[in-house]
Nanobody, 113 residues
Framework: QVQFVESGGGLVQAGGSLRLSCAASRNTFSINIIGWYRQAPGKERELVAQITSGGTTNYADSVKGRFTISRDNAKRTADLQMNNLRPEDTGVYYC???????WGQGAQVTVSS
């Protein structure tokens, strides 16, 4: 199974930006869909954005126009650019492929008001 390691989280004020990066343990050419997910305190994990191997993207309504997902199969990475962050974006962010691999430790994102 492929393993994913997330990085790039941090503390930012509302309106700020962060870029998360996800590194895969093996090549991602065979992984059709890679997604970024988040889990807010006391809530279930939810899908934030997905990207197919062909570059088609899909976003949760709450992040459309603010977040951008990208992937680089040659580098085995998938990034999430997050702009105009809001306090409700706070949570632990994870990346994973489909079918799911074991979840990594995630990256903590905290947005202060």
């Amino acid at each position: 199974q492929v393993q994913f390691v997330e990085s790039g989280g941090g503390l930012v004020q509302a309106g700020g930006s962060l870029r998360l990066s996800c590194a895969a343990s093996r090549n991602t050419f065979s992984i059709n869909i890679i997604g970024w997910y988040r889990q807010a305190p006391g809530k279930e994990r939810e899908l934030v954005a997905q990207i197919t191997s062909g570059g088609t993207t899909n976003y949760a309504d709450s992040v459309k126009g603010r977040f951008t997902i990208s992937r680089d199969n040659a580098k085995r990475t998938a990034d999430l650019q997050m702009n105009n962050l809001r306090p409700e974006d706070t949570g632990v962010y994870y990346c994973n492929g489909l079918p799911y691999s074991p979840w990594g430790q995630g990256a903590q994102v905290t947005v202060s008001s």
